[in-house]
């Protein structure tokens, strides 16, 4: 009979919990909370720990705490409240740590593009920016763009578009990373390591998989999404990975090690 484990059950609580806290409170805590890029002023070195017990709605906890209710059990009574712990948080850091460095890199790259636009400004480097870097609002600045093409000498186009391209730096600066998701991923490796061959039943299609090919279906899709890299995709794809792969290192040091922990 299926038993919910303490560290297990406690995790699913205290998430539900801030989430409706959040909720009532209208945000104000995924404001301090949540993991933002490391240049921006909303950064705090404990986000790295603190972003994932807050979620973006009640669709993305039910998701991540669905996979933590039926696989996270297997895993804390295989390695113990403490080890099952330790190996949850860790992923779920390693996962944060790992999504900032990579953030902190294109966000450079980003501000690199708009000091080299603002030394050479002109209609066509900005259609080709905003293509490149903001394509969700191309739209919206139809107008403008156009208009900009029509007066490519204009001061008055020049220095907005510049005050355009420094909302986008600022914008992206200050999207928050929120959820579960890499240390849920790193429980769904670690099932996958230590009980391949077990059947699970799917609910979409209503199909028994063996954890294995779940896990890999799983981790390669979220390298396809990372490298797609769709504008509307607002999931932290990279995070998910890394959550998968520092429960691999880690499963495999504990394995390599004679033990566990």
């Given at each position: 009979?299926?038993?919910?484990?303490?560290?297990a059950?406690?995790l699913?609580?205290?998430?539900v919990?801030i989430?409706?806290?959040?909720?009532?409170?209208?945000?104000v805590?995924?404001?301090?909370f949540?993991?933002?890029?490391?240049?921006?002023?909303?950064?705090?070195?404990?986000q790295?720990?603190?972003y994932?017990?807050?979620?973006?709605?009640i669709?993305?906890?039910?998701?991540?705490?669905l996979?933590?209710?039926?696989?996270?059990?297997?895993?804390?009574?295989?390695?113990?409240p403490?080890?099952?712990f330790?190996?949850?948080m860790?992923?779920?850091?390693?996962?944060?740590?790992?999504y900032?460095?990579?953030?902190?890199?294109?966000?450079q790259?980003l501000?690199?593009?708009?000091?080299?636009?603002?030394?050479a400004a002109?209609?066509?480097?900005?259609?080709?920016?905003?293509?490149?870097?903001?394509p969700?609002?191309?739209?919206?600045?139809?107008?403008?763009?156009?208009?900009f093409?029509?007066?490519?000498?204009s001061s008055?186009?020049?220095?907005?578009?510049?005050?355009?391209l420094?909302?986008?730096?600022n914008?992206?600066?200050?999207?928050?990373?929120v959820?579960?998701?890499?240390?849920?991923?790193?429980?769904?490796?670690?099932?996958?390591m230590?009980?391949?061959?077990t059947?699970?039943?799917?609910?979409?299609?209503?199909i028994p998989?063996k954890?294995?090919?779940?896990?890999?279906?799983?981790g390669?899709?979220?390298?396809?999404?990372?490298?797609?890299?769709?504008?509307?995709d607002?999931?932290a794809?990279?995070?998910?990975?890394?959550?998968?792969?520092?429960a691999?290192?880690?499963?495999?040091k504990?394995?390599?090690?004679?033990?566990?922990?």
């Open positions: 009979m299926f038993q919910l484990t303490p560290v059950r406690n699913l609580i205290a998430n919990a989430l409706f806290l959040d909720y009532i409170l209208n945000g805590l995924s404001n301090w949540a993991l933002y890029y490391v240049g921006s002023d909303n950064f705090a070195p404990y790295f720990i603190t994932m017990f807050f979620h973006g709605g669709g993305h906890l039910f998701g991540n705490m996979a933590l209710f039926f696989f996270g059990p297997w895993l804390e009574r295989t390695w113990g403490q080890r099952f330790i190996f949850y860790v992923c779920g850091v390693g996962a944060g740590l790992l900032g460095i990579v953030q902190t890199f294109e966000m790259m501000l690199a593009d708009i000091n080299a636009y603002k030394a002109d209609p066509d480097l900005f259609a080709a920016f905003i293509n490149e870097h903001a969700y609002i191309y739209s919206d600045l139809y107008n403008f763009i156009n208009g093409a029509e007066n490519p000498e008055s186009y020049i220095e907005q578009s510049k005050s355009y420094d909302q986008i730096y914008r992206q600066a200050n999207i928050p990373m959820g579960a998701s890499g240390a849920i991923f790193a429980i769904l490796l670690g099932f996958g230590l009980f391949p061959n059947q699970i039943f799917l609910l979409f299609p209503p998989i954890a294995k090919y779940l896990v890999t279906f799983y390669l899709y979220e390298v396809y999404a990372l490298f797609q890299n769709s504008p509307t607002n999931v794809h990279l995070a998910h990975i890394g959550g998968m792969l520092f691999f290192f880690f499963i495999r504990w394995k390599n090690s004679g033990n566990y922990f």
